[in-house]
């Protein structure tokens, strides 16, 4: 019985095969080398658009046609071809890195691949993003280096170029390049001292299309990474320093990343509040902080936050207003800030990962805030919740600045 069944599956595995070979013994390749070249497209309608354009045509009625090209080149000097197949009657050019008038060929290609006579249309793009972007470029000196601001609302990829005349000659090097796809681009380049630089900004786009450089002369301000070797966590009535399993708060400022060293609160009620002693008078600059390992902008993760600073602290937690977190006004407020995602609203990026969890989240202290001993963070939101009973996680905390004495 069972060899029986073993010849009736071999019978049906070889009609299958035959089968197969006798349909591509069967197949009919209707194409025609001879076939003569499409006819070109009509009716060329010219849509402008930033840094490009919508080509809208009439499709030629030919049984032959396969798909319509388009071949350019940029500001840069680059060759582009685009393709839009024979059921749409548009094709998008972009690329361009000016509003020049420039000469765009549409080729009518065959299934045979031949091609029509090109028919070459104008097309005079809008201001490209690379240019607009530029026009907000600001470059000023901040603690420790450089900052560079500017706006990209189209979110385009962007690479900005910074470079610095090092021998004073008028021939400036690469210093690094930040790439992003942000709609309000802010970062800064750190580990200067405080001579002037002469420094320069290029915007260069995916299409190679590159900006003039942006010159100016910045003195970066001094500053220096604050030792955490005498840092304590206080445990003061009214804080939300009460933690999860083995995540208590002076992990915070232990060093180290990654689960084993994460301070981890219980759910509290925003806003939450903890309190750190820096051990001495700090005139802060700028803090860096390192979120959940895996939950980068997500539920626990701060989103709107204040750090308060005070020289002296009573046993009490010094607050006038618990459920608000009101303090005494030997607490000021020394900065409020919000969590930045680089790539804004949408799914988490890797881009945004990186930056949360590798390069760590920076904030800047405005210049002539007060010297504190005393630091405390207030978290006003999260990005899981906006209000209720939420816990947060931070990895590390650093600081940089000027020590008191």
Known sequence: M???????????????????????????????????????????????????????????????????????????????????SYYTDTLKVEGFGDTNEYDVKLYS???????SEPLIVKVKPL???????????????????????????????????????TLNNGNYTELTTYYTAADNINFSVRGMDTTEKK?????????????????????PWFEKLIDKGSWRALELPGDTYEYVESYPLRKIFDGGFGYCCLFATRNYQLPHTF?????????????RTWLHPEAAYGGSHPKDFEIWGANTVNPDGDYVDLPNRIYRDNWQKLGTFKSFKPSGE????????????????EFDFEAGIPTVRYIRFKTLNTW????????????????????GK
């Open 199 to 219: 420094i320069a900004v290029l915007l260069r786009d995916r299409w190679n299309n590159k900006t003039v450089q942006k010159k100016s002369n910045i003195k």
């Open 127 to 165: 201001q490209p993003v690379i240019q607009s972007a530029y026009e907000t470029l600001q470059i000023a000196g901040t603690f420790g280096g450089i900052n560079i601001k500017l706006q990209n609302p189209e979110r385009a990829n962007l690479a900005v170029v910074i470079m610095q005349d």
């Open 2 to 84: 069972m060899e029986k069944k073993y010849q009736i599956l071999f019978l049906v595995l070889l009609s299958m095969l035959a089968f197969n070979c006798n349909r591509n013994e069967e197949y009919v390749n209707y194409t025609d080398a001879n076939a003569p070249a499409p006819e070109q497209v009509s009716n060329v309608l010219v849509i402008p658009k930033s840094g490009g354009a919508h080509l809208v045509y009439k499709i030629p009625k030919d049984p032959n046609l396969r798909y319509i090209k388009a071949v350019y080149e940029t500001t840069s000097g680059s060759r582009w071809e685009v393709k839009a």
């Open 346 to 361: 949408g799914p988490v990026t890797a881009e945004d990962r990186d930056y949360a969890l590798n390069k760590g989240e």
């Open 275 to 287: 309190t750190i002693d820096l051990g001495r008078p700090v005139a802060i600059s700028r803090m």
């Open 109 to 115: 290609v065959g299934k045979n691949e031949k091609e």
């Open 384 to 403: 899981g919740i906006s209000s209720g009973q939420v816990q947060v996680v931070i990895q590390e905390l650093t600081l940089w600045g000027q020590e």
